[in-house]
C-alpha cells in the first residue's frame, strides 16, 4: 500500500521559514514526478474538489516552480530515502493553507496539474501570522 506522509508544517511568523517533508512508503519514488501543492486558505474541509489544489513545485529530473512563489520555494529529492522536501522562505500570510504532497505513476505527466497524480498525502498545515 502507498502512502504519503507530509510533516513539518506550524505556525510561523511572517519571514519566516519552514522545511516540508514527504516520506513515501509502498513504493520507492526514484525519479517519479512528486508535487507539492496547497489547499488555499479559508477552504478548509474534504469538500474542496481535487482540482482546486494550487500547484507549489513539482520535481522530476527538475524542479518546476509556481511562477508566483519561484525564488522563495525550493524542492529537493532525497531518493534514498523516498523523501521529498519543499524548503519555504520568506513566509507571508498569503501562504497558510494545508499543504499536500502528492506522486505520479507516470514519468509524462504535467505535473502542474492536481490530477495528473496518483497518490497524495494527507497533508500538513502550515500557517502564518503575527
Known amino acids: 500500500q502507498v502512502q504519503l506522509v507530509e510533516s513539518g508544517g506550524g505556525t510561523v511568523k511572517p519571514g519566516a521559514s519552514l522545511r516540508l517533508s514527504c516520506v513515501a512508503s509502498?513504493?520507492?519514488?526514484?525519479?517519479?514526478?512528486v508535487g507539492w501543492f496547497r489547499q488555499p486558505a479559508g477552504k478548509e474541509g474534504e469538500s474542496v474538489p481535487l482540482?482546486?489544489?494550487?500547484?507549489?513545485?513539482?520535481?522530476?529530473?527538475?524542479?518546476t516552480y509556481a511562477d508566483a512563489l519561484k525564488g522563495r520555494v525550493t524542492i529537493s529529492r532525497d531518493s534514498a530515502q523516498d523523501t521529498v522536501y519543499l524548503q519555504m522562505s520568506d513566509l507571508r500570510a498569503e501562504d497558510t493553507a494545508v499543504y499536500y504532497c502528492?506522486?505520479?505513476?507516470?514519468?509524462?505527466?504535467?505535473?502542474?496539474?492536481?490530477?495528473?497524480?496518483?497518490?497524495w498525502g494527507q497533508g500538513t498545515q502550515v500557517t502564518v501570522s503575527s
Open positions: 502528492a506522486l505520479a505513476s507516470n514519468p509524462g505527466v504535467y505535473v502542474r496539474k492536481p490530477h495528473s497524480y496518483d497518490y
Open positions: 509502498g513504493l520507492s519514488i526514484g525519479t517519479s514526478p
Open positions: 482540482m482546486e489544489r494550487e500547484f507549489v513545485a513539482a520535481i522530476r529530473n527538475n524542479p
